[in-house]
Nanobody
Framework: QVQLVESGGGSVRTGGSLRLSCVAS????????MGWFRRAPSTERAGVAA???????RYADSVKGRFTISVDNANNTLYLLMNDLKPEDTAIYYC????????????????????WGQGTQVTVS
């Protein structure tokens, strides 16, 4: 059973930055593709960024050039560096693991992932 624990959320002004962390309870290199998702009020959970075991990444168009996903294998930690934050980035952010590569890139579809963290709130004003 993979357990994922997110941290790093908070409140920030427009244009500010935050770095989210997600610590996995297992060797992260064996957890499959990992990703960050978010759910804003009254919306469906949506993919933000994903990474596979070979370091290939994929980003939602809305965050390209602003967000960076990365992995620290030594510490079994997934990161999401968020720069130039906008009010529309306000959401609960979730870490996920367990997906397989689809079409040569890690997927951004929530149903592809089997393990989820509890979420961390990000508020941009």
């Amino acid at each position: 059973q993979v357990q994922l624990v997110e941290s790093g959320g908070g409140s920030v002004r427009t244009g500010g930055s935050l770095r989210l962390s997600c610590v996995a309870s297992v060797d992260i290199s064996s957890a499959g593709c990992m990703g960050w998702f978010r759910r804003a009020p009254s919306t469906e959970r949506a993919g933000v960024a994903a990474i596979d075991n070979e370091g290939r990444t994929r980003y939602a168009d809305s965050v390209k050039g602003r967000f960076t996903i990365s992995v620290d294998n030594a510490n079994n930690t997934l990161y999401l560096l968020m720069n130039d934050l906008k009010p529309e980035d306000t959401a609960i952010y979730y870490c996920a693991a367990g997906a397989v590569v689809v079409g040569g890139t890690p997927p951004l579809i929530p149903t592809r992932y089997t393990h989820w963290g509890q979420g961390t709130q990000v508020t941009v004003s």
